[in-house]
């Protein structure tokens, strides 16, 4: 069974910095892209970064480029997410989430895009 577990969630001045960290077990980690996903109070998911199996290549939605740094140790089994100069807005429950297919770099919050999700760390961003 896969399972991913997150941490490092808080509560974070504005303009702070925090690192998120996703646990994975029950997978070849190291075969599967992986992405993370955020969902604010009272609105939907919201498709944040995503890192290629290799760690090589990563992808951003705009409203965190240059700001968040998505990482991933595949001999540990465990995806990073590094949030710089955080805002308000990024207050939100962060998610990793692992696609369904192999290989496959999803770049999207849809729920049928990925076939495991971790329970959330909550990070709010407040002064």
């Known amino acids: 069974e896969v399972q991913l577990v997150e941490s490092g969630g808080g509560l974070v001045q504005p303009g702070g910095s925090l690192r998120l960290s996703c646990a994975a077990s029950?997978?070849?980690?190291?075969?599967?892209?992986m992405s993370w996903v955020r969902q604010a109070p009272g609105k939907g998911l919201e498709w944040v970064s995503a890192?290629?199996?290799?760690?090589?290549?990563?992808l951003y939605a705009d409203s965190v480029k240059d700001r968040f740094t998505i990482s991933r140790d595949n001999a540990k089994n465990i995806l990073y997410l590094l949030r710089n100069s955080l805002k308000p807005e990024d207050t939100a429950v962060y998610y990793c989430?692992?696609?369904?297919?192999?290989?496959?770099?999803?770049?999207?919050?849809?729920?049928?895009?990925?076939?495991?999700w971790g329970q959330g760390t909550q990070v709010t961003v407040s002064s």
């Open positions: 989430a692992k696609p369904m297919w192999r290989g496959r770099v999803v770049t999207t919050s849809r729920r049928e895009e990925y076939d495991a």
């Open positions: 029950g997978l070849t980690f190291s075969s599967y892209a």
């Open positions: 890192v290629t199996a290799g760690g090589s290549g990563t």
